[in-house]
């Protein structure tokens, strides 16, 4: 074979190679553009990427890119809650200063099942709200009590102050100052118990077990849980807030 030839005879297999690769991109490529823009929709919304979040739809890898989405966006953090069902009449903006304040505020008073005491807050903490009652309050009533959670007891969202601490005030902003935080301190069952924090998180099984893991569970959906084993300020509540650090005790 001359020298000519065998050169030949690389090129000609190098550019098939490449062709064969160009192919094998485009279509993985293609189909998996037209499995996710198809509008028959052959890939469940829940593990497309490209659809918007809904909240009963089962949690998967893609669930927190889509939710990541509503809570950047207003209209689509409202569209979620409507479709589920959640009453979050909208209200105007609360603009007081630099630190305090509420955008895409509403009037939250029922959650996907649990109803609450009307709560100004705001679009963000609803919806991280509603995922956790439904992939996580929920779900863990049914398995450890074995019934279901009708309201969730708090108390408040709002609230233009300074962070506190166990050492007193510091000098940051509290995120209920932006309502960015709700405090939750109990919840009522369809079978008429009422369990609080301060009575129920020392007690006995099956109760307490049912708050920690329900407190556990939040911090899947908020950045920052505080709860009775933080410090004694939280010994009657959860606070679960939406912005922050990662962090979770
Ligand atoms: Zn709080």
Not at 12 to 32: D, E, K
Not at 46 to 65: C, E, F, M
């Amino acid at each position: 074979m001359t020298q000519t030839s065998r050169r030949r005879r690389f090129l000609y297999s190098a550019a098939s190679f490449f062709f064969r690769l160009a192919v094998v991109v485009i279509l993985l490529g293609g189909g998996g553009w037209w499995l996710l823009a198809h509008p028959n929709k052959p890939v469940p919304s829940y593990w497309n990427p490209l659809r918007d979040l809904k909240i009963s739809a089962p949690v998967t890898p893609v669930t927190k890119w889509q939710l990541n989405r509503a809570l950047a966006n207003e209209a689509q953090c409202r569209a979620a809650l409507a479709e589920a069902g959640v009453q979050f009449p909208a209200m105007q903006d609360l603009i007081v200063d630099q630190n305090c304040g509420i955008s895409g505020r509403g009037l939250l008073s029922q959650l996907v099942t649990a109803r609450m005491e009307p709560v100004e807050t705001s679009c963000t903490t609803t919806l991280r709200l509603a995922m956790w009652e439904n992939h996580v309050v929920q779900p863990a009533a049914q398995d450890l009590l074995g019934t279901e959670i009708t309201r969730l007891r708090h108390i408040g969202s709002y609230n233009c102050r300074p962070m506190r601490t166990a050492q007193g005030e510091n000098s940051g902003w509290s995120s209920h100052a932006r309502a960015d935080s709700i405090d939750v301190i109990g919840l009522d069952t369809a079978d008429g118990r009422t369990l609080t924090l301060l009575a129920d998180w020392q007690r006995n099984e099956p109760e307490a077990a049912f708050l920690r893991q329900i407190w556990r569970g939040a911090c899947d959906w908020f950045r920052v849980v505080l709860g009775p084993d933080f410090n004694r300020l939280h010994a009657d509540h959860f606070h679960l807030q939406g912005p922050g650090w990662g962090y979770c005790r």
